[in-house]
C-alpha cells in the first residue's frame, strides 16, 4: 500500500480543471473562429460566383458586340475598298475635269485679254465715230454753203442770161435797123429771119 501513487490534492484537481476549462475555452473559440471563418469564406465564395457569373455575362456581352464590332469591321473594310476602287475611277476623271479647268483658265485669260483688246479697239473706234461726226457735220456745213452758193451762180447765170438774151435782142435790133437803112427795104437781113425763126 506504501507503493500506490499517491492522490492528488484538491489545489492540484482544482488546477487541473482550471487548466481543462481554459483549454476548452480556447478550444470553443477556436471552433467560432472557425466558424466564422468558414462564414465569411462561404460569403466570399458565393461573392466570388456571382462575381464570376456577371463576368460570363459581361464576357457573352463583349463577345456579341466583339463579333458585331468585327463584322462592322469588315463591313468598313469593304466600303473602304470600294471606296477606293471608285477613288482610283474618278482620278481620271478628276485629272480631265483638272485639264479642262486649266484649258478653261486659259481660254478665260485669253478672253480677258481680247476683251482689253476691243475695248482699245472699240474706244478707237469710238474716237474715229467722233471724229467722222464732227468731219460730217463740217462737210454738211459745207454742203449748205455749196448749195447757197451753187443757188446764187444759178441766179447770177439766170441773170446772166436774161441779160444777155436782151442785149442780144437789143443788137439785132441795131444790126437789122442798120442793114435796113443800108440795103433799103427790099432785102432782108439773115439776123431777121433768124429773129423770126420759131426756137425749138
Same mark, same amino acid.
Given at each position: 500500500?506504501?507503493?500506490? #501513487? ?6 492540484? *484537481? ?7 476549462? $481554459? ?10 473562429? %472557425?466558424?466564422? @471563418?468558414? #462564414? +465569411?469564406? &462561404? !460569403? ?6 456571382? @462575381?464570376?457569373? $456577371? ?10 458586340? =466583339?463579333?458585331? *464590332? ?12 470600294? %471606296? ?6 474618278? +482620278? ?15 481660254? +478665260? ?5 481680247? =476683251? ?6 472699240? $474706244?478707237?473706234?469710238?474716237?474715229? #465715230? ?21 443757188? &446764187? %451762180? +444759178?441766179?447770177?447765170?439766170? @441773170? ?7 442785149? %442780144? ?5 441795131? =444790126?437789122?435797123? =442798120?442793114?435796113?437803112? *443800108?440795103?433799103?427795104? !427790099? ?5 431777121? &429771119? ?7
Amino acid at each position: 500500500m506504501d507503493d500506490a #501513487a499517491p492522490l492528488p490534492s484538491s489545489s492540484e *484537481i482544482s488546477g487541473s480543471l482550471t487548466k481543462w476549462v $481554459d483549454e476548452m475555452l480556447n478550444v470553443i473559440k477556436a471552433i467560432t473562429t %472557425l466558424g466564422e @471563418e468558414s #462564414a +465569411r469564406h &462561404r !460569403a466570399i465564395a458565393e461573392q466570388a460566383q456571382r @462575381e464570376y457569373a $456577371d463576368l460570363c455575362e459581361e464576357v457573352a456581352k463583349l463577345r456579341t458586340e =466583339v463579333d458585331r *464590332i468585327g463584322m462592322l469591321a469588315s463591313s468598313a473594310e469593304r466600303q473602304r475598298d470600294e %471606296l477606293r476602287d471608285e477613288v482610283a475611277k474618278l +482620278r481620271p476623271e478628276v485629272d480631265r475635269v483638272g485639264m479642262l479647268a486649266s484649258s478653261a483658265e486659259r481660254q +478665260r485669260d485669253e478672253l480677258r485679254e481680247e =476683251v482689253v483688246m476691243l475695248r482699245a479697239e472699240v $474706244d478707237r473706234v469710238g474716237h474715229l #465715230a467722233t471724229s467722222a461726226e464732227r468731219q460730217r457735220d463740217e462737210v454738211r456745213e459745207e454742203v449748205i454753203m455749196v448749195r447757197a452758193e451753187n443757188h &446764187r %451762180l +444759178r441766179m447770177e447765170r439766170a @441773170e446772166a442770161g436774161e441779160a444777155a438774151a436782151k442785149l %442780144l435782142g437789143e443788137v439785132r435790133e441795131l =444790126v437789122n435797123e =442798120v442793114a435796113h437803112k *443800108i440795103q433799103g427795104p !427790099a432785102s432782108a437781113s439773115p439776123f431777121d &429771119r433768124e429773129a423770126r425763126t420759131p426756137h425749138s
